[in-house]
Protein backbone atom coordinates (compact mmCIF):
# COMPACT_ATOMS: atom_id res chain seq x y z
CA UNK A 1 0.00 0.00 0.00
CA UNK A 2 3.11 2.60 0.77
CA UNK A 3 4.27 1.72 -2.67
CA UNK A 4 0.94 2.17 -4.05
CA UNK A 5 0.42 6.18 -2.51
CA UNK A 6 4.10 6.55 -3.09
CA UNK A 7 3.16 6.38 -7.19
CA UNK A 8 0.12 8.14 -6.57
CA UNK A 9 1.74 10.96 -5.08
CA UNK A 10 4.55 11.09 -7.17
CA UNK A 11 2.35 11.12 -10.31
CA UNK A 12 0.17 13.81 -9.05
CA UNK A 13 3.37 16.20 -7.98
CA UNK A 14 5.12 15.78 -11.94
CA UNK A 15 1.13 16.37 -13.03
CA UNK A 16 1.11 19.70 -10.43
CA UNK A 17 4.31 20.37 -12.10
CA UNK A 18 3.74 19.89 -15.41
CA UNK A 19 0.23 22.04 -15.46
CA UNK A 20 1.58 24.93 -13.32
CA UNK A 21 5.06 25.50 -15.68
CA UNK A 22 3.09 28.34 -17.13
CA UNK A 23 0.07 29.24 -15.71
CA UNK A 24 -2.38 27.68 -13.00
CA UNK A 25 -4.34 23.84 -13.26
CA UNK A 26 -7.95 23.49 -13.28
CA UNK A 27 -8.48 21.23 -9.67
CA UNK A 28 -11.72 19.53 -12.08
CA UNK A 29 -9.68 18.53 -15.30
CA UNK A 30 -7.26 17.30 -12.99
CA UNK A 31 -9.67 14.95 -11.20
CA UNK A 32 -10.91 13.80 -14.44
CA UNK A 33 -6.96 13.07 -16.57
CA UNK A 34 -5.86 11.44 -13.14
CA UNK A 35 -6.75 7.85 -12.92
CA UNK A 36 -7.06 8.68 -8.86
CA UNK A 37 -9.67 8.33 -5.63
CA UNK A 38 -11.41 11.71 -4.90
CA UNK A 39 -10.22 10.35 -1.64
CA UNK A 40 -6.81 9.90 -2.26
CA UNK A 41 -6.53 13.13 -4.25
CA UNK A 42 -8.10 15.34 -1.24
CA UNK A 43 -5.56 13.97 0.43
CA UNK A 44 -2.26 14.04 -1.04
CA UNK A 45 -3.96 18.13 -2.06
CA UNK A 46 -4.19 18.56 1.68
CA UNK A 47 -0.72 17.23 2.69
CA UNK A 48 0.98 19.54 -0.37
CA UNK A 49 -1.31 22.50 1.28
CA UNK A 50 -0.07 21.72 4.70
CA UNK A 51 3.22 21.66 4.04
CA UNK A 52 2.74 25.09 1.62
CA UNK A 53 4.02 23.10 -1.44
CA UNK A 54 0.99 24.69 -2.90
CA UNK A 55 -2.17 26.70 -3.26
CA UNK A 56 -5.89 26.23 -3.70
CA UNK A 57 -7.92 29.04 -4.57
CA UNK A 58 -11.55 28.42 -5.94
CA UNK A 59 -10.41 24.73 -7.46
CA UNK A 60 -7.22 25.99 -8.81
CA UNK A 61 -4.11 25.07 -8.33
CA UNK A 62 -1.28 27.72 -8.22
CA UNK A 63 2.62 27.14 -7.07
CA UNK A 64 4.92 29.43 -6.73
CA UNK A 65 8.58 29.61 -7.79
CA UNK A 66 9.81 27.94 -4.36
CA UNK A 67 6.97 25.94 -4.31
CA UNK A 68 7.73 24.07 -7.66
CA UNK A 69 11.25 23.70 -6.70
CA UNK A 70 10.16 21.70 -3.72
CA UNK A 71 7.78 19.51 -5.93
CA UNK A 72 10.14 18.93 -8.15
CA UNK A 73 12.59 17.87 -5.36
CA UNK A 74 10.09 15.65 -3.86
CA UNK A 75 9.08 14.15 -6.96
CA UNK A 76 12.99 12.85 -7.59
CA UNK A 77 12.70 11.75 -3.92
CA UNK A 78 9.69 9.88 -4.56
CA UNK A 79 11.04 8.10 -7.60
CA UNK A 80 10.23 10.23 -10.68
CA UNK A 81 11.76 10.29 -13.99
CA UNK A 82 14.19 13.28 -13.95
CA UNK A 83 13.88 14.01 -17.25
CA UNK A 84 9.97 14.85 -17.26
CA UNK A 85 11.01 16.22 -14.19
CA UNK A 86 14.06 18.47 -16.30
CA UNK A 87 11.47 18.89 -18.80
CA UNK A 88 8.89 20.75 -16.79
CA UNK A 89 11.00 22.75 -14.87
CA UNK A 90 12.43 25.59 -16.74
CA UNK A 91 16.79 25.81 -16.45
CA UNK A 92 16.25 29.37 -14.41
CA UNK A 93 14.10 27.53 -12.26
CA UNK A 94 16.72 25.21 -11.64
CA UNK A 95 19.60 27.45 -11.31
CA UNK A 96 17.10 28.79 -8.55
CA UNK A 97 17.12 25.64 -6.60
CA UNK A 98 20.72 25.34 -6.59
CA UNK A 99 21.75 28.56 -5.47
CA UNK A 100 18.81 27.85 -2.73
CA UNK A 101 20.66 24.60 -1.73
CA UNK A 102 23.94 26.80 -1.74
CA UNK A 103 22.85 29.04 0.60
CA UNK A 104 21.09 27.06 2.59
CA UNK A 105 24.27 25.49 3.34
CA UNK A 106 26.21 28.67 4.29
CA UNK A 107 27.08 30.60 0.81
CA UNK A 108 26.34 33.47 -0.49
CA UNK A 109 25.28 33.25 -4.70
CA UNK A 110 25.33 34.91 -7.50
CA UNK A 111 23.40 33.67 -10.25
CA UNK A 112 24.43 34.18 -14.08
CA UNK A 113 27.46 36.14 -13.30
CA UNK A 114 28.72 37.85 -16.37
CA UNK A 115 32.42 39.02 -16.73
CA UNK A 116 34.32 40.51 -18.95
CA UNK A 117 38.80 39.31 -19.41
CA UNK A 118 40.75 38.91 -22.28
CA UNK A 119 38.48 40.71 -24.87
CA UNK A 120 35.28 38.12 -24.46
CA UNK A 121 32.10 37.89 -21.88
CA UNK A 122 31.78 34.97 -19.89
CA UNK A 123 28.92 33.63 -17.62
CA UNK A 124 28.78 31.20 -14.64
CA UNK A 125 25.12 30.12 -14.00
CA UNK A 126 25.80 30.08 -10.25
CA UNK A 127 28.79 31.57 -8.29
CA UNK A 128 28.91 30.36 -4.92
CA UNK A 129 31.27 31.94 -2.09
CA UNK A 130 32.12 31.05 1.21
CA UNK A 131 35.80 31.81 2.09
CA UNK A 132 38.05 30.49 1.09
CA UNK A 133 35.74 28.54 -1.30
CA UNK A 134 34.32 30.48 -4.68
CA UNK A 135 32.68 27.30 -6.39
CA UNK A 136 32.02 27.91 -10.00
CA UNK A 137 29.02 25.87 -10.62
CA UNK A 138 27.69 24.60 -13.99
CA UNK A 139 23.83 23.54 -14.04
CA UNK A 140 23.07 21.43 -16.64
CA UNK A 141 19.18 19.77 -15.50
CA UNK A 142 18.98 17.73 -18.83
CA UNK A 143 22.12 16.08 -18.33
CA UNK A 144 22.69 12.90 -16.39
CA UNK A 145 26.05 13.22 -16.40
CA UNK A 146 29.78 13.12 -18.09
CA UNK A 147 28.64 10.34 -20.49
CA UNK A 148 28.48 11.67 -23.99
CA UNK A 149 30.71 14.50 -26.01
CA UNK A 150 28.45 17.71 -25.52
CA UNK A 151 28.68 17.00 -21.80
CA UNK A 152 32.12 16.82 -21.83
CA UNK A 153 32.89 19.97 -23.76
CA UNK A 154 30.48 21.60 -21.63
CA UNK A 155 33.15 21.26 -18.62
CA UNK A 156 36.11 21.59 -20.76
CA UNK A 157 34.29 25.52 -21.25
CA UNK A 158 33.64 25.36 -17.88
CA UNK A 159 37.30 24.73 -16.31
CA UNK A 160 38.22 27.61 -19.58
CA UNK A 161 35.92 30.19 -17.52
CA UNK A 162 36.77 29.21 -13.94
CA UNK A 163 40.92 29.80 -14.88
CA UNK A 164 40.12 32.91 -16.62
CA UNK A 165 38.29 34.37 -13.49
CA UNK A 166 40.59 33.16 -11.33
CA UNK A 167 43.56 35.28 -13.13
CA UNK A 168 41.56 38.12 -13.01
CA UNK A 169 40.26 37.67 -9.71
CA UNK A 170 42.93 41.24 -9.29
CA UNK A 171 40.25 43.28 -10.84
CA UNK A 172 37.11 40.99 -10.53
CA UNK A 173 37.29 40.83 -6.71
CA UNK A 174 34.92 43.81 -6.12
CA UNK A 175 32.53 42.62 -8.06
CA UNK A 176 32.49 39.24 -7.33
CA UNK A 177 31.90 40.37 -3.44
CA UNK A 178 35.34 38.86 -2.16
CA UNK A 179 37.08 42.52 -1.64
CA UNK A 180 38.53 41.71 1.72
CA UNK A 181 39.30 38.08 1.37
CA UNK A 182 43.08 37.92 0.92
CA UNK A 183 43.09 34.81 -0.94
CA UNK A 184 40.63 32.35 -2.07
CA UNK A 185 40.25 28.74 -3.72
CA UNK A 186 38.16 28.76 -7.04
CA UNK A 187 36.66 25.04 -7.82
CA UNK A 188 34.55 24.40 -10.79
CA UNK A 189 31.92 21.69 -10.86
CA UNK A 190 28.81 20.49 -12.67
CA UNK A 191 25.09 20.30 -11.48
CA UNK A 192 22.47 17.72 -12.56
CA UNK A 193 18.97 17.27 -11.14
CA UNK A 194 19.39 13.63 -11.46
CA UNK A 195 19.79 11.21 -8.62
CA UNK A 196 23.05 9.61 -10.12
CA UNK A 197 26.44 9.25 -8.12
CA UNK A 198 29.23 11.65 -8.70
CA UNK A 199 31.60 11.20 -11.78
CA UNK A 200 34.38 13.07 -12.46
CA UNK A 201 35.87 14.19 -16.03
CA UNK A 202 38.81 15.98 -16.22
CA UNK A 203 38.85 16.16 -12.13
CA UNK A 204 35.69 18.49 -12.36
CA UNK A 205 32.90 16.90 -10.44
CA UNK A 206 29.52 16.31 -11.44
CA UNK A 207 26.89 16.31 -8.91
CA UNK A 208 23.03 15.78 -8.71
CA UNK A 209 21.56 18.86 -6.55
CA UNK A 210 19.98 16.45 -3.85
CA UNK A 211 23.80 15.34 -3.07
CA UNK A 212 24.79 18.84 -3.12
CA UNK A 213 24.48 19.41 0.79
CA UNK A 214 26.55 16.61 1.65
CA UNK A 215 29.46 17.29 -1.35
CA UNK A 216 29.53 20.81 0.51
CA UNK A 217 30.67 18.97 3.39
CA UNK A 218 32.94 16.57 2.35
CA UNK A 219 35.02 18.07 -0.42
CA UNK A 220 37.16 20.01 1.26
CA UNK A 221 38.93 16.61 2.73
CA UNK A 222 39.38 15.46 -1.07
CA UNK A 223 39.95 19.03 -2.58
CA UNK A 224 43.62 17.82 -3.94
CA UNK A 225 41.66 15.38 -6.25
CA UNK A 226 39.44 18.05 -8.19
CA UNK A 227 40.87 20.54 -10.47
CA UNK A 228 41.00 24.01 -8.52
CA UNK A 229 42.95 27.53 -8.65
CA UNK A 230 44.36 28.97 -5.08
CA UNK A 231 44.97 32.79 -5.47
CA UNK A 232 45.80 35.77 -3.76
CA UNK A 233 43.30 38.71 -3.78
CA UNK A 234 45.63 41.67 -3.56
CA UNK A 235 44.38 44.66 -1.05
CA UNK A 236 41.74 47.08 -2.37
CA UNK A 237 42.72 50.46 -2.62
CA UNK A 238 39.77 52.94 -3.70
CA UNK A 239 40.85 55.04 -6.08
CA UNK A 240 41.12 58.63 -4.54
CA UNK A 241 38.19 61.16 -5.39
CA UNK A 242 39.24 64.02 -7.50
CA UNK A 243 38.56 67.91 -6.74
CA UNK A 244 36.07 69.73 -8.80
CA UNK A 245 37.40 73.06 -9.39
CA UNK A 246 35.13 76.13 -9.19
Not at 33 to 59: N, P, W
Request: charge should be positive; include cysteine; glycine fraction near 4%.
Amino acid sequence: MCDLNALTKRLLLQYILEGTKEESLDLNEAKEELVITDEALKSILKDLKIHDQITIEKDVIKASLDQRLELAVNAIRLGADFEKISKSLGWLEFEELVARVFRENGYSTRSRYRFKAEGRRWEIDVLAKSYPYIVCAECKHYTTGMGNSTARKIIETHIEKTEVLSQHIDMLANKMGVVKWKDAILLPIALTLSPTRMSIYRRVPSVSVLSLPSFLSEFPGYLERMIHYKVEIPEHKPKPKQLKLG
